[in-house]
């Protein structure tokens, strides 16, 4: 079956460092690939996605390229703020399905001033 | 604010409580969800409704009971729950559900479940 697997956090940064948060899946077809966002207190937002291969999705500031090679979705950001501190999940919606995400575990990312 | 409220925001049960949590979304959508986000666990889909209709109930207990007046409006009707069912519970919707494209889920910002 489809499964997502992102790094353990948590992931704790000086404000302004460089982030890489991992992501790898594996799926049926070709799915499309979600970074999603949860600060404290509040639901998931979405922050970038791409739908196919070598698509990179990207907003504010965050970037991801989609590697059919590697299975990989990977996000990064130049330059995290204290902002940024949230729970980031990577997710999937296989190729044969129109609503069916799957989640990663979530990473915690803590950025300090 | 993705335009998909939850209330209570927090909610503490007893094991033969009954109580039921709420979800509305202002976006026009069509297709409605449940999710469960437990500790240490991925979101687990529980139930997907499309038109009000149910399209999808993921092996959920029976001590779950979903209903979807209108699209919306979503209910999670709960009774006899378990301390395993302590969770945050997530509602999102979306334009079309399983009869559109991949779309995006816009997700509420869940209600806080201890069951004791």
């Known amino acids: 079956g489809d499964s997502v697997t992102q790094m353990e956090g948590p992931v704790t940064l000086s404000e302004e460092a460089f982030l890489t948060i991992n992501c790898t899946y594996t799926a049926t077809g070709y799915p499309s690939l979600f970074w999603y966002v949860q600060y404290p207190g509040e639901g998931l937002q979405l922050l970038l996605k791409a739908t196919k291969a070598d698509d990179k999705g990207s907003n504010k500031g965050f970037e991801a390229t989609y590697r059919k090679e590697t299975t990989s979705f990977h996000l990064e950001k130049g330059s995290v703020q204290v902002s940024d501190s949230a729970v980031y999940f990577c997710?999937?919606?296989?190729?044969?399905?129109?609503?069916?995400?799957?989640f990663g575990k979530g990473t915690l990312l803590t950025v300090n001033p | 604010e993705t335009g998909v409220t939850q209330t209570p925001r927090h909610l503490v049960m007893g094991m033969t409580n009954k109580k039921s949590l709420k979800c509305e979304q202002h976006l026009g959508h069509n297709a409605m969800y449940w999710y469960k986000q437990s500790a240490k666990k991925p979101l687990e889909l529980m139930f997907v409704y499309s038109l009000e209709e149910r399209v999808e109930n993921n092996s959920v207990p029976s001590r779950f009971s979903p209903e979807c007046p209108n699209s919306s409006h979503l209910f999670l009707h709960l009774h006899t729950l378990q301390p395993e069912d302590s969770a945050l519970y997530l509602c999102?919707?979306?334009?079309?559900?399983?009869?559109?494209?991949?779309?995006?889920?816009?997700f509420g910002p869940g209600t806080r479940l201890l069951v004791l």
């Open positions: 999102a919707s979306s334009q079309n559900g399983p009869t559109g494209g991949q779309e995006t889920q816009y």
């Open positions: 997710a999937l919606m296989s190729g044969g399905s129109n609503y069916k995400l799957t």
